[in-house]
């Protein structure tokens, strides 16, 4: 199975700073058609998960730009620009490249 | 509007049996993937398997290959995940979710709100 290793587990920042999530696979997530299927979410609390970013670096629909994703190969990161109170949660990376799809255990970001 | 509704939580004992279900309206059902996702209390996210609801072909990670089983029933656009004997340790919240454009896009897009399954004596 593909192991999805993020840091921080951890990270309290302050309102309007940035933040930074990085997330590392045990093997290149590039399929072979090209793509890479890594895709970031977020779940607040109480709440179930909700997409971010997919295919590395593609904000789903209605995600605030302050959310970014870049990466590849083994290597990916979730950026937020300026944090809001609204963005607390856990955040969590998905591979669907390779059978069985896995997630990262997850980063919890709070505000300080 | 997309959306997945999942059945509401349940108690059951050890050794009972249970299927959970997850609703999908707004989209065409028979065109995707239905994933199932476990968080264990205070855990993180694990991927149990899916189903292409379109002629129900289903896949499974290894962890729960035999421990469960994905169905679907396209004229309700329903999608199930059953239990033939619970277990304490399958007490967890269980989410359903959209899997998009598999081959081209690939990602969880639509989730369900969870079931909440406690299994106790």
């Known amino acids: 199975d593909i192991v999805m290793t993020q840091t921080p587990l951890s990270s309290p920042v302050t309102l309007g700073q940035p933040a930074s999530i990085s997330c590392t696979s045990s093997?290149?997530?590039?399929?072979?058609?090209?793509?890479?299927?890594l895709s970031w979410l977020q779940q607040r609390p109480g709440q179930p998960p909700r997409v971010l970013i997919y295919?590395?670096?593609n904000r789903f629909s209605g995600v605030p730009d302050r959310f970014s994703g870049s990466g590849a190969g083994t290597d990916f990161t979730l950026k937020i620009s300026r944090v809001e109170a609204e963005d607390v949660g856990v955040y969590y990376c998905?591979?669907?490249?390779?059978?069985?799809?896995?997630f990262g255990q997850g980063t919890k970001l709070e505000i300080k | 509007e997309v959306q997945l509704v999942q059945s509401g939580a349940e108690v059951k004992k050890p050794g009972e049996s249970l299927k959970i279900s997850c609703k999908g309206s707004?989209?065409?059902?028979?065109?995707?993937?239905i994933g199932w996702v476990r968080q264990l209390p205070g855990k993180g996210l694990e991927w149990m398997g899916h189903?292409?609801?379109?002629?129900?072909?289903?896949r499974y990670s290894p962890s729960f290959q035999g421990q469960v089983t994905i169905s679907a029933d396209k004229s309700i656009s329903t999608a199930y995940v059953q239990w033939d004997s619970l277990k304490a340790s399958d007490t967890a919240m269980y989410y359903c979710?959209?899997?998009?454009?598999?081959?081209?896009?690939?990602?969880?897009?639509?989730w369900g709100q969870g079931t909440l399954v406690t299994v106790s004596s």
């Open positions: 979710a959209r899997l998009r454009n598999c081959g081209r896009d690939c990602y969880f897009d639509f």
């Open positions: 093997q290149s997530l590039a399929h072979s058609n090209g793509d890479t299927y």
């Open positions: 295919k590395i670096s």
């Open positions: 189903i292409y609801t379109g002629d129900s072909s289903t």
């Open positions: 998905m591979q669907t490249t390779h059978f069985p799809y896995t």
């Open positions: 707004g989209y065409s059902f028979t065109s995707d993937w």
